[in-house]
């Protein structure tokens, strides 16, 4: 059974910086992609980034490219999302998945966590 326990949400000012961490349980972390999504109140869950096995691969969507940064520790089964110049439209729960690939379709992933509340106050 795969869990994925999102942390480090939180209410943040706009400008401001947060760190989001995912823990995997299992021992075939490193052998899967991994991706971060986010869901705002009324809007469908979208794809933020995505990150390789390895972490060799990464892919971000426009609207947080330059400023989100994916990473990953393999020997830890944790996976990570830097988020700085936080912007009030960054506001949504943050979920990380577990998949075959780590494009932005969301049927590329088959395990997710819970979600974690990020808020961005202007």
């Known amino acids: 059974q795969v869990q994925l326990v999102e942390s480090g949400g939180g209410l943040v000012q706009a400008g401001g910086s947060l760190r989001l961490s995912c823990a995997a349980s299992?021992?075939?972390?490193?052998?899967?992609?991994m991706g971060w999504f986010r869901q705002a109140p009324g809007k469908e869950r979208e794809f933020v980034a995505g990150?390789?096995?390895?972490?060799?691969?990464?892919y971000y969507a426009d609207s947080v490219k330059g400023r989100f940064t994916i990473s990953r520790d393999n020997a830890k089964n944790t996976l990570y999302l830097q988020m700085n110049s936080l912007k009030p439209e960054d506001t949504a729960v943050y979920y990380c998945?577990?998949?075959?690939?780590?494009?932005?379709?969301?049927?590329?992933?088959?395990?997710w966590g819970q979600g974690t509340q990020v808020t961005v106050s202007s």
């Open positions: 990150l390789s096995w390895s972490g060799g691969g990464t």
């Open positions: 998945a577990r998949g075959d690939k780590y494009g932005s379709g969301r049927s590329s992933y088959n395990y």
């Open positions: 299992g021992r075939t972390f490193s052998s899967y992609a």
